[in-house]
């Protein structure tokens, strides 16, 4: 069964940064795509980062440049360091698997993790 457990979220002032993982059991971690989305109330669920099962990276605009997306194949686990947290940041953030190469009806989700960028 497949399990992925988020982690990190909580209150953070403007400007400050958290790091929040996402552990993964039950799927061969290393040959999976891995993916954070984020929702904030009222909007739709969108892609935040991924990383390749190779390594590679990608970013949405909004978080280029404060957001960085890694991964440890060892730990079977997959990170989001995000710096220069602006209000606008305020979402759940969840985590996802897909193996590389299926489509997007096959990913698996975390149940998220709450981040809000307050004073």
């Known amino acids: 069964q497949v399990q992925l457990v988020e982690s990190g979220g909580d209150l953070v002032q403007p400007g400050g940064s958290l790091r929040l993982s996402c552990a993964a059991s039950g799927i061969i971690f290393s040959i999976n795509n891995m993916y954070w989305y984020r929702q904030a109330p009222g909007k739709e669920r969108e892609l935040v980062a991924v990383?390749?099962?190779?390594?590679?990276?990608n970013y949405a605009d909004a978080v280029k440049g404060r957001f960085t997306i890694s991964r440890d194949n060892a730990k079977n686990t997959v990170y989001l360091q995000m710096t220069t947290l602006k209000p606008e940041d305020t979402a759940v953030y969840y985590c996802s698997a897909r193996r590389a190469g299926w489509g997007p009806a096959s990913a698996s989700w975390g149940q998220g993790t709450q981040v809000t960028v307050s004073s």
């Open positions: 990383i390749t099962n190779s390594g590679s990276t």
